[in-house]
């Protein structure tokens, strides 16, 4: 019987009793109908994770008591930063879930001329939580106990100065480089645009700072697939693939 992977944002150690939050709580309880004594594992993001064992219920809440520590770790040695235009529908967060499943280290969503979905206030903060759930259910679900750091959205000029990655590669199908053309690097950041790419002015402004043109084969990409071939491959070359 597999055991449950859930993510616990509280500090843990071993041989406590902890009330999870309402999210884990019903998951457990109401979805995956666990009983008492049931094992299952806990991370709280920060690395490493527990066994634990679910010993009561009460109401809505599910109490368990943590065992050993594991030292698990299957992050990759490769930082890898992905920076991408927002897009919408349900796109960016698939992006989100599948980048995390293929152990991106960094992930900053971008503003760029070709971003049609606003964002602001309220609603920013609603899509923040929603992106920061679907990363830790990518988590739980592909054994990573490190959350990858979801920064808020920034505009893509804004941020072109502050990567500081070894390597900084900008995507786009106006050019004949490739990754085998790049030595080895310790640090990757992808620069990735919305629907309809970056501009012309936005690829000059990045290879102004420092990114390098990077093309991912002679067929134009969506922009939910274009990163995760990008991920894919510098993971393939440099990475833990």
């Known amino acids: 019987m597999r055991i449950p992977r859930i993510y616990c944002p509280q500090p843990l150690n071993a041989n406590s009793n902890i009330a999870l939050d309402d999210k884990a709580s019903h998951h457990l309880l109401k979805v995956l109908r666990m009983q008492n004594g049931r094992e299952l594992i806990v991370f709280n993001g920060e690395g490493g994770e527990y066994s634990a064992t679910i010993i009561k219920q009460d109401k809505k809440v599910a109490h368990i008591q943590t065992g050993d520590f594991q030292d698990m770790c299957k ?30 280290t960094e992930i900053t969503p971008l503003f760029t001329e070709r971003t049609e979905i606003k964002l602001s206030g309220e609603r920013l903060e609603k899509k923040m939580t929603t992106w920061k759930n679907i990363l830790i259910g990518a988590c739980e679900q592909s054994q990573r106990n490190t959350l ?15 990567s500081h990655a070894e390597l900084k590669l900008v995507l786009h199908h106006r050019t004949e480089k490739k990754l085998s053309q790049y030595e080895t690097p310790n640090s990757i950041c992808c620069l990735v645009g919305p629907e309809g790419g970056l501009s012309d002015n936005e690829i000059e402004s990045a290879e102004q700072q420092g990114f390098n043109a990077l093309a991912l084969g002679p067929r134009v990409l969506r922009t939910e697939t274009a990163p995760l071939v990008a991920l894919t491959s510098v993971q393939l070359l440099w990475g833990d693939l």
């Open 75 to 104: 992050e990759s040695a490769l930082n890898t930063h992905l920076a991408i235009g927002i897009s919408k529908g349900d796109r960016f967060d698939w992006v989100i879930q599948k980048a995390t499943e293929l152990g991106i």
């Open 148 to 162: 990858p750091i979801l920064n808020n959205p920034i505009k893509v000029h804004d941020f072109l100065s502050t």
